[in-house]
Each structure stands twice: as C-alpha cells, then as structure tokens.
C-alpha cells in the first residue's frame, strides 16, 4: 500500500470537482476494517453539494457514500470478517452501542464532506477506513472481481437499491398493487424496478428526460413525460380511480414543465394521482418547512405517507439473496464506469443529464 491514495473532492467552486491525493486510511480502533474499494458511485445526492460550493481551498469536501471492496486489514477485535471477503459499504454505518432507540440517520454515521464535519472521508476513493466492522459492513458472495455485472449489482445495495426498495415499501406496497413512482434518476429507476419484481400489476414512471424514460420502459415501467402533458392526467386516462402507490425519488430540486424548480410539485402530483385509502412512500430529500404538501388532501382521501432516509443495513438481508439467486440485476441504469481520474468529466455529464449512474472502477 502507499502512502497517499487518490480521492475525488471540492474545493469551494460548485460544478468543479478535483481528483487529489489523500493519506493512506489506518486502523485506529480495534474494531476498524479497511477496505480496498473496487467500485464506487456518483449518485444524485453527490450532486446537491456538487452544486453548492461545497469545501474550501484549504477544507475539501470529498465526495462518495456507495462503495464495494473487499478487506485487506482488519482490527485485532474484528470477529466475523477476513481479509479477502467482499462487503458493501452502506452509506450509513453502525454506531456500534445497543440502544433503545429506534435506528436513525445519523450525519456522523455517514461518508463524504470535510474533516471537520464529523462524517467519514468520502468513498470515492482508492482505500476506507470502516469504524465498527463487524456491524456496519454488508458481506457480499463475490470470490473475485470479473464478473463486473455482479459487482455492480451489489455495490448499490449500500444506497440507491436499498433506497428504491424502501420506498417501495414505505408506499404499503403489496403485490398486484398499480404504482407511480415520480422520477427516473437511479433512485427511481431503482423502485419502478423493485416495484416490478415485487408483483406489481403496472407501473408508471414519471420523468422527462428520454433516456431515462427508455430505460424505464425496458424493464417493463409505462413511461410518463411530463413535459408533453400533465402527468397525473395521463396515468388518470389509464387508472381512472388512481393508483394504490406513490413513490417520490426526486425531492427539493423537482423542475415543473418549464423546467423551472417547483420544490413539492411532485408530492402534489402523488396525492391528486394516488386512489383513496392508497399509499405514498418518500426517498426524495427535502428540507424543512416545505409548505406545498396538502395534509387536508391526504386527510380526505385516507392516503398514509411515509418515508425518510434509509439505512442500508436494515434491508440488505432482503436485496442480497435476490441478487445471489439472479432475480435482481439493478446494475441495469450503469451508463459508465470510468477510472478515478475521469471524475471531474463525469460529474459535469450526469449533472446535465448526460449519464443514467456513473461508476468509478479501481
């Protein structure tokens, strides 16, 4: 191992990322696992501090919360993994303490920003340090690295995948139910996909940007362009009574048929297209004091609405066999995997849209 390792960050510029060098992670607990990563994502949340100028000249924010590796030095307290075995590191790790509590997003259990945020380097990096191991990180059956599919179908477990099945499920989704899933980024792509495995009888999937759309529809969603007409009239042509679930996966930065920002138009458009007594499940961010979502409405027609920020670790027992059996392959919406170096390209190419998922290979 060397000393320094490659590590994509932010200087305070938004829409400007830089590929730099970073100390070599150590083991500083017993409990620690580092993880040479093979495979890391850019996703859509990378892009909410990609926009902003994130970091300073002399903090960087680095970037990356969705890696697979595998071990290569583990703590002299580590129990249960090995060097060699192949883990999925989930955006959100372990705190390693019992508590009553329930599980919760927690900022400083998480990957990417400066060193002085209290969060973990970021993930798009060569190397990672993993606090409480045993705990927080997603042994995956990978014997090497060949087979790319395979590697690329468990690496989302740590997020996106994890995210779209939530939000399946946060909705009350059950089989045969018809669902709406509003936006096709990875996210959504991810549960028009989850929905479609899980026995939904039809899915919708709302988005304007073509390639996405296609992609939807190749894996068997109904497409929706919202820039050719009011979504919700057109799945209500097709549902008349609505549909029984909704999902969100865009948030704050929604844009309208103008394509201006419209924050909450999406929720909106969940509980005008949702059928009474149906369900919306949320994995879009959104920030508070959003005033735009019609309670009387949902009140009205008894629509349950759940979400929230998911933690990979409570559904990877669901999503990893289904990936082992051959039955989940969400590696579908990888349009490319580029070297480390490519960083800076790539993220102004899914920043405009350009790129579906984007996968930084070592």
Not at 24 to 48: E, K, Q, Y
Not at 100 to 120: K, W
Not at 131 to 139: E, H, Q, T, Y
Not at 182 to 198: D, E, H, M, T
């Amino acid at each position: 191992m060397g000393s320094f390792i490659r590590a994509v960050a932010q200087f305070g510029t938004a829409l400007n990322v830089s590929v730099i060098d970073q100390p070599m992670p150590t083991l500083l607990n017993s409990t620690d696992v580092i993880v040479r990563i093979n495979a890391s994502g850019i996703c859509g949340s990378d892009l909410h501090n990609y926009r902003t100028e994130s970091g300073s000249a002399g903090l960087p924010y680095t970037h990356g919360h969705e890696a697979i590796g595998h071990v290569v030095e583990v703590g002299d307290a580590v129990q249960f993994l090995s060097v060699g075995d192949y883990v999925v590191i989930p955006d959100n790790l372990d705190n390693g303490h019992y508590t009553q509590e329930p599980d919760t997003f927690i900022p400083s259990l998480t990957f990417g920003g400066t060193n002085d945020s209290g969060s973990f380097p970021g993930l798009q990096t060569e190397y990672a340090r993993i606090p409480f191991g045993d705990n927080s990180l997603i042994p995956v059956p990978l014997s090497d690295t060949s087979n790319t599919s395979s590697v690329l179908d468990y690496l989302f477990v740590g997020d996106i995948f994890s995210t779209g099945w939530s939000g399946v499920t946060f909705s009350g989704f059950e089989p045969g139910d018809t669902v709406a899933v509003f936006g096709a980024g990875p996210v959504g792509l991810l549960a028009a996909y989850s929905a479609i495995i899980r026995g939904a009888s039809r899915v919708y999937s709302v988005d304007h940007v073509p390639d996405r759309l296609s992609l939807a529809e190749s894996i068997g969603a109904i497409p929706i362009n919202f820039n050719e007409s009011d979504p919700v009239e057109q799945i209500l042509a097709l549902e008349p009574n609505g549909v029984r679930r909704g999902v969100e996966a865009v948030g704050y930065e929604a844009i309208n048929a103008t394509g201006e920002v419209d924050a909450g138009i999406t929720l909106l458009q969940l509980l005008n297209v949702t059928a009474l007594g149906g369900g919306v499940g949320i994995v879009g961010l959104f920030n508070q004091g959003l005033q735009r979502f019609d309670i009387g409405q949902a009140f009205s027609k008894r629509v349950s609405v759940d979400g929230g920020v998911v933690l990979p670790l409570q559904v990877a027992s669901e999503l990893v066999p289904l990936i082992e059996s051959g039955v989940a392959h969400p590696s579908f919406i990888v349009s490319s995997v580029i070297d480390i170096e490519e960083a800076p390209e790539y993220y102004t190419r899914f920043n405009n849209l350009e790129e579906t998922k984007v996968v930084i290979g070592f």
